[in-house]
C-alpha cells in the first residue's frame, strides 16, 4: 500500500517550454500533496502545498506562476514549470498524505507522506 | 527558528551497527520521521516516533526524546545495500516536515 506514481520520470526540454509533471496515489486518497525540489547533494525543499479543491500555498520564494499547481482530484495533482529555464532544471518529488476517510495503511501514521520516485528535469 | 540537525556523513562496516543522531527543533511537535534516501531516487518512509522510546522495526529502529529533542535511527547488522542518507524530519504545530540536510551512510566491506 501507500505507492505514489510520477510522470514523466525524467524529462529534457528546450528552455521557454513549459513541463507538466503528475502525481497520483494510487492505492488510496491523498487530501493533501506536497511538491518538492531536491538539487544535487542538498536537501529536500518544500515548494508549495496542494490541498484537493484549492490554490496551493507556495513557500517563500517559490513563484506561483512560474510553479502552477493544480490538485484536481484526491489522487491527482499536477505541477506545471511554465517557462522553463536552465536553472530550473532539478529533482522534482511529490509526496502524498493520506485522506482520513482512506483505509488504514500498515506501518506509517496518519501523517506520513509517501513520495512518489521523483521527475529529472533537464532544460537546456 | 525551526532546525534539524544531523552528521553530514557516517562510515560502517557490513555486519556492524551504526546509529544515526538527529536533534530538532520545531515549533510544537507532533512527531519525528525518518527517511531513507538512495542516491537519484526518492525517499522511503522508514519510521515515526511521536512517544519517548524506542520503536523496533526488523534491523532498523528509532529512538525518541522529547525532553531532549533528540531521536537516533540505528541500524542493525548492515548490508551494502543500506548505503543511502538518511532524512531525519521534525513534524511542527502546523503538520509541516521540516526537513534535516540528510546523513550519507556509507557501508565498506
Known amino acids: 500500500g501507500a505507492v505514489v506514481s510520477q510522470h514523466p520520470s525524467w524529462v529534457i526540454c528546450k528552455s521557454g517550454t513549459s513541463v507538466k509533471i503528475e502525481c497520483r496515489s494510487l492505492?488510496?486518497?491523498?487530501?493533501?500533496m506536497f511538491w518538492y525540489r531536491q538539487f544535487p547533494k542538498q536537501s529536500l525543499m518544500l515548494m508549495a502545498t496542494?490541498?484537493?479543491?484549492?490554490?496551493?500555498?507556495?513557500e517563500q520564494g517559490v513563484e506561483k506562476d512560474k510553479f502552477l499547481i493544480n490538485h484536481a482530484s484526491l489522487t491527482l495533482s499536477t505541477l506545471t514549470v511554465t517557462s522553463a529555464h536552465p536553472e530550473d532544471s532539478s529533482f522534482y518529488i511529490c509526496?502524498?498524505?493520506?485522506?482520513?476517510?482512506?483505509?488504514?495503511?500498515?506501518?506509517?501514521?496518519?501523517?506520513?507522506?509517501?513520495f512518489g520516485p521523483g521527475t529529472r528535469l533537464t532544460v537546456l | 527558528g525551526q532546525n534539524i540537525d544531523q552528521p553530514t556523513e557516517m562510515t560502517a562496516t557490513e555486519g556492524a551497527i551504526v546509529q544515526i543522531n538527529c536533534t530538532y527543533q520545531?515549533?510544537?511537535?507532533?512527531?519525528l520521521f525518518w527517511y531513507q534516501q538512495h542516491a537519484g531516487e526518492a525517499p522511503t518512509f522508514l519510521s515515526y516516533?511521536?512517544l519517548d522510546g524506542l520503536e523496533e522495526k526488523g534491523r532498523f529502529s528509532s529512538f525518541l526524546s522529547r525532553s531532549k529533542g533528540y531521536s537516533y535511527l540505528l541500524l542493525k547488522e548492515l548490508q551494502m545495500k543500506d548505503s543511502a542518507s538518511y532524512l531525519c524530519?521534525?513534524?511542527?504545530?502546523?503538520?509541516?516536515?521540516?526537513w534535516g540536510a540528510g546523513t550519507k551512510l556509507i557501508i565498506k566491506p
Open positions: 496542494s490541498n484537493e479543491g484549492s490554490k496551493a500555498t507556495y
Open positions: 516516533n511521536v
Open positions: 509526496s502524498a498524505k493520506r485522506a482520513a476517510q482512506s483505509p488504514g495503511l500498515a506501518g506509517g501514521p496518519t501523517d506520513t507522506q509517501y
Open positions: 520545531t515549533s510544537g511537535f507532533n512527531g
Open positions: 492505492d488510496f486518497q491523498a487530501t493533501t
Open positions: 524530519a521534525g513534524m511542527d504545530s502546523n503538520y509541516q516536515l521540516i
